[in-house]
């Protein structure tokens, strides 16, 4: 992998869910001690750039605290239909984030997936969300992840026609740091420090990679 590409991670709920979760959503929910480490983990990748889909309340009460104590920042899609309800971040909370430096994108009006929505829908998704949220924090909101990470050309078209300068995927794999679509990977409930590092870097070519820098320091000395 060339040391130029940025690895996306994203994480969505943390602890224990205060809503009733979507189905197979479980799947991306992590326990506090788990993101701990997790998070402890990819700091650690100079290469690694954080976000947190689907505005839980654990955004605010988990998330926040352990990126300020780490000195880093992630970027935060919120789902704009979903503010203030139990579970979820409320607008107090995204201007709190806001006021913490992270950035603020939309994950749309209500977590439906992006692909094949009727014109209405559309407005409603990438521009009515998109506003609400800008209206919050008091400042152009112009990066969007796909809800269920879910997209063909049509949902890209669209998000370029509203301006969006940013749009996040899921789909597993490096991004361009500078590119217009930005792949993420997904924390999932399973993972551990040592199974996100394989699943990103490769068990194999962390090898190769440990190998060559003691073989550097080797040189300098
Ligand atoms: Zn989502």
Request: hydrophobic fraction near 35%; proline fraction near 6%.
């Amino acid at each position: 992998m060339s040391d130029h590409r940025v690895i996306n991670i994203l994480f969505h709920g943390i602890g224990t869910p205060r809503r009733e979760l979507e189905p197979g959503e479980d799947r991306y929910w992590v326990t506090v001690d788990q993101f701990h480490e997790l998070l402890d983990e990819v700091v650690s990748w100079p290469q690694a750039r954080l976000s947190f889909d689907d505005g839980n309340a654990s955004d605010l009460e988990v998330g926040l605290p352990a990126l300020v104590e780490r000195q880093v920042s992630a970027t935060f899609f919120i789902i704009a239909g979903r503010l203030d309800e139990p579970g979820s971040v409320d607008a107090d909370g995204v201007r709190e984030l806001r006021r913490h430096g992270m950035p603020v994108g939309s994950h749309g009006m209500w977590h439906r997936p992006w692909r094949g929505l009727t014109p209405e829908q559309a407005t409603e998704e990438f521009h009515t969300a998109r506003d609400r949220l800008a209206d919050l924090v008091g400042e152009p909101v112009d990066q969007a992840a796909c809800p269920l990470g879910r997209y063909d050309r049509a949902v890209l078209s669209r998000l370029k026609a509203a301006g969006y300068t940013r749009v996040f995927t899921s789909d597993r794999r490096p991004a361009r740091p500078g590119g217009w679509l930005q792949p993420r990977y997904s924390v999932r409930a399973e993972d551990t420090a040592e199974s996100l590092r394989d699943i990103v870097f490769g068990p194999g070519l962390l090898g190769r990679a440990r190998s060559s820098a003691v073989g550097l320091v080797k040189r300098w000395r």
